[in-house]
């Protein structure tokens, strides 16, 4: 299958440093809000390792899509590669999945976001007032990028900046009082606790892969998007670690933590320390609600662009030059599974498809380097036959380690997008 020609209707206006900075403010999102204090739960100090082992794992995930990746221009991302690799059917479900994947997502950080903003006004927790507050949240953000991807672009780039300080600067300061005797390795945990942890951690470490869903709307593309997606997951590695080694030698009761980096920063700055944490937690959440506000409906456009859904979600407005009716869809989406749906579900349901459709991108890399119809390759990855074999391997195992309810969920899904393929496949042309 030939690659679709570039996407004429949209406005290639986000400058490579903003692309970066796309991907950075997706990744450090809700994960690493909650996360630190449940991976103790599981698997203690060996959490570092489990951390270590993600990274790994992401990074063979990573070689693998910025190959893929540098043979296209146009707009869908994973969804894009799947379709020109193994053809209509799972492309479609790639997209469809990765589509609900985002809803999920947005629908888990937002709710993490009326969890701390709750700290300081608790009638924000439950009722109108959470429902309220989530309405404000999608509204404002649906706009902002209703009136243009640049616009959007900028908004995404300054809060990307402001958590990595943010961030930073807890993760640094925190280093000064770190207690060593903190870190002690008793027994290797179990496997299914170990494989467990390193699965929520691929959440943790995802972000890359919706960030290249835009790619129609990038400069230079081919270029950028493979270099971005190397430099922001080494950044987004070292802070993650440093963040966990704060939280394990600073917070003696961790494992019970409901805002760990807050009770962290309590601990050693102090009650200040505990409002500016959970002020940087709010601007982390809504600045990765953000980017999947812009991200999630350029899928939409892209699937519909093809024929796979109907034609009128692939408008694009005649002045901001955005998908708007795709924007539309998706936010009134998003707010009802975040008035509906609850944190670590939703987290674990991405997670696997995630997995599935992470597989399928490694598995494209030998299959797209066989082809003769498809682009040459900006970016080629040494031993990239062997590199992909063995991330899919380390997908399938990951895979395997999913709860049953969470896989019989996705199975649902997937068949719901089977029937949604055959019914536009029976739509007259």
Request: include cysteine; glycine fraction near 10%; aromatic fraction near 12%.
């Amino acid at each position: 299958m030939t690659p679709p020609a570039p996407n004429a209707g949209l406005d290639r206006a986000i400058r490579p440093f903003d692309f970066i900075a796309l991907i950075i403010n997706i990744t450090i999102g809700a994960g690493i809000l909650g996360l630190p204090a449940k991976l103790y739960a599981l698997v203690g100090t060996w959490s570092l390792l489990a951390y270590g082992v993600s990274a790994a794992i992401v990074t063979l995930i990573i070689l693998c899509f910025a190959e893929v990746s540098s043979r296209f221009s146009g707009t869908g991302g994973p969804y894009l590669y799947a379709r020109v690799a193994f053809g209509p059917l799972v492309g479609f479900e790639v997209g469809w999945l990765f589509w609900l994947s985002r809803i999920a997502a947005f629908a888990s950080i937002c709710n993490l976001f009326v969890s701390y903003a709750a700290l300081f006004r608790p009638q924000l927790g439950s009722g109108w007032e959470r429902a309220g507050l989530i309405t404000v949240i999608v509204v404002v953000l649906g706009v902002i990028n209703y009136l243009g991807v640049q616009r959007s672009a900028r908004v995404n780039t300054v809060f990307t900046i402001s958590k990595l300080v943010a961030i930073g600067a807890f993760a640094l300061g925190g280093l000064f009082f770190v207690n060593p005797h903190a870190f002690t390795f008793p027994r290797f945990p179990a496997y299914t606790s170990f494989s467990q942890a390193v699965l929520l951690l691929i959440f943790t470490f995802s972000g890359f892969d919706v960030a290249a869903i835009p790619s129609g709307e990038v400069q230079r593309p081919q270029r950028t998007v493979p270099l971005s997606l190397l430099v922001s997951i080494g950044t987004v590695a070292v802070l993650f670690m440093a963040v966990q080694v704060v939280c394990i030698g600073t917070l003696p009761d961790l494992t019970h933590s409901e805002r760990p980096l807050a009770d962290a920063a309590g601990q050693f700055i102090g009650p200040a320390g505990a409002v500016f944490i959970t002020v940087v937690a709010l601007l982390t959440a809504l600045g990765t609600l953000h980017a999947l506000m812009l991200t999630g409906p350029r899928l939409l456009f892209a699937m519909a662009e093809q024929g796979q859904l109907p034609r009128w979600l692939a408008r694009t407005h005649s002045r901001f030059r955005t998908p708007y009716v795709a924007i539309f869809v998706t936010a009134a989406l998003q707010f009802l599974l975040a008035v509906t749906g609850t944190f670590l579900y939703a987290l674990t349901l991405s997670t696997l498809i995630r997995l599935a459709y992470f597989a399928l991108t490694s598995a494209a890399l030998p299959v797209l380097r066989r082809r003769t119809d498809v682009p040459v390759a900006q970016f080629r990855v040494a031993g990239g036959a062997v590199v992909s074999g063995i991330t899919v391997l380390l997908c399938g195992w990951l895979l395997s380690n999913s709860s049953g309810r969470e896989a019989r969920d996705v199975g649902i899904a997937a068949g719901i997008g089977l029937l949604i393929f055959l019914g536009m496949r029976s739509q007259p042309k």
